[in-house]
C-alpha cells in the first residue's frame, strides 16, 4: 500500500502523547508539529497516540491540530494510559498498516532538526542492510534556548559526554552500548526501520522503556549507524525538573525502576545474542556484569548511592572475574563479597 504522503520511503513520526491539563504540554506539541512542517524534505507524515489523556478537550484539541498541520497527521487513541512504550507501539502498527517502511521517534516536547528527514532518507536508500540510525541530541529548556554543559545535572552530562565517543556503526555493537555508554539516543534520535520497531516492540514498562528497547534492539543483531548533522532539541526545563523523575515518585524510585527495566532489556538482549551464536554464556554474564558496575556509578552520581551500592553488589556476584578486572580499587573495597551458595 502507498504511503500516505505519495511517496513510499517516506518517514513516519511516532509520537506518544499524555495531556494531564498543564498548559505547556499543548504548546510544546505544537512546537514539536512546527518543527516537522520545517523540513526540508517533504516526504513526511505523523501518527501520535493520545495515551488516554485525561484532560478536557484533548480528542478536540488533536483534531484540530491534525486538521490544520501541513503533512499527514493520524491520531489514534489508546483504550487505557500505559506509558510512551504502548503508545509508541499503537503508531508503529498503524504506519506499517499505511505501507512504511522507515520509523522516526520524537517525544511530544522535542524539536526535529529541519534536515531530519532528508538526512535519514538518504542514509537509509544508502545502507539497504541498515535496521536503526541515531542522531545526536542538543539540550534545550521550556524557552527553546541551549543549556550551558556546565548546568545540566550529572546524568544529563555524562549523556552529553558521551555523544562524543566514537560512533557505533556495524553489527553487534550491544556490547559497547551497554558497558560503555549510559545512552546512545534518547528516543527522539531514534530512526529505523518499520521491520524492526515490529519485531522488537517497546516493552511495557513504565519508564526507561527506550534504554530496554535500545538494547533489545542491538541484541537482535540489528545494524547500526550514526546520522551527523541533524541533531534533535532535546528539551529539558529548568524549572520544574525532569517529568519521569516526578511521575515515579522522584529521584530514587526513578533510579530504581531505571536498574530493573534496563536490566531486564538487557538480559533479553544476551539471551537472544546467545540464541543466535553470536555471543556465549559467559561472555553475556560478562557484559552483564560491567553494565550493573556502569549503572551503579550512574545511579550514584544522580542521587541514589545506596542504590549504586547494591548495584555492585550484585556486579560482584554475578562474575568476580570481571569484576576485579573493571571495578575501581575503590569499588572493589567498598563492594563486599557475597559467600558462594553450598
Known amino acids: 500500500m502507498p504511503s ?17 491539563g498543564p498548559a505547556w504540554r499543548r504548546a510544546c506539541l505544537r512546537l514539536t508539529l512546527a518543527s516537522l512542517e520545517r523540513q526540508t524534505d517533504p516526504h513526511w507524515c505523523v501518527y501520535l497516540t493520545d495515551d488516554a489523556s485525561p484532560a478536557p478537550g484533548t480528542t478536540d484539541f488533536l483534531s484540530g491540530l491534525a486538521a490544520s498541520v501541513s503533512g499527514s497527521m493520524t ?21 506499517h498498516r499505511d505501507g512504511h517502511s522507515l520509523l522516526a521517534y520524537l517525544d511530544a516536547d522535542d524539536l526535529a532538526h529541519p534536515h531530519r528527514v532528508a538526512a535519514v532518507r538518504a542514509l537509509f536508500a544508502a545502507e539497504p ?15 527553546g534556548t541551549p543549556w550551558e554543559t556546565d548546568r545540566l545535572l550529572p546524568g544529563l552530562r555524562l549523556l552529553d559526554e558521551q555523544q562524543r565517543l566514537p560512533k557505533l556503526r556495524g553489527r553487534e555493537r550491544w556490547i559497547e552500548q551497554a558497558v560503555e555508554r549510559d545512552n546512545i539516543a534518547i528516543p527522539s534520535a ?26 533489545r534492539y542491538l541484541g537482535s543483531g540489528a545494524a547500526i549507524d550514526h546520522v551527523p548533522g541533524i541533531p534533535t532539541g532535546y528539551r529539558v526545563p ?22 530493573a527495566n534496563e536490566r531486564a532489556g538487557l538480559e533479553e538482549a ?25 549503572i551503579g556509578r550512574t545511579v550514584t552520581g544522580d542521587g541514589s548511592p545506596e542504590l ?11 562474575d568476580p572475574e570481571t569484576f576485579a578486572e573493571h571495578a575501581t580499587a575503590a569499588e572493589r573495597t567498598d563492594t563486599p563479597a557475597v559467600p558462594a551458595p553450598r
Do not use: W
Not at 491520531?75 to 499503537?90: F, I, T
Not at 530512526?191 to 516492540?201: E, F, K
Not at 544476551?270 to 559467559?282: F, H, L, N, Q, Y
Not at 549504586?308 to 556476584?317: D, I, K, P
Open 190 to 215: 531514534m530512526n529505523l526501520r518499520t521491520t524492526l520497531a515490529r519485531a522488537v516492540p517497546f516493552t511495557a514498562a513504565p519508564f526507561c522503556e527506550d534504554v530496554a528497547t535500545l538494547f
Open 308 to 318: 549504586g551500592r547494591s548495584q555492585l553488589v550484585q556486579a560482584r556476584a554475578l
Open 129 to 143: 542492510e541498515l535496521d536503526f540510525a541515531y542522531n545526536d541530541i542538543e539540550f534545550i529548556d521550556e524557552h
Open 75 to 95: 491520531v489514534l487513541k489508546a483504550p487505557r494510559n500505559a506509558g510512551a512504550g504502548q503508545a509508541r507501539n499503537l503508531a508503529i502498527e498503524a504506519a
Open 238 to 259: 529548568r524549572e520544574g525538573g525532569s517529568a519521569s523523575r516526578r511521575q515515579s515518585g522522584g529521584v530514587d524510585a526513578f533510579n530504581r525502576m531505571r536498574c
Open 4 to 20: 500516505p504522503t505519495g511517496h513510499p520511503e517516506s518517514v513516519a513520526f511516532v509520537i506518544p502523547y499524555f495531556d494531564d
Open 270 to 294: 544476551i539471551a537472544t545474542a546467545v540464541s543466535r551464536g553470536a555471543a556465549d554464556e559467559r561472555t553475556g554474564r560478562a557484559v552483564l556484569c560491567r553494565y550493573l558496575i556502569r
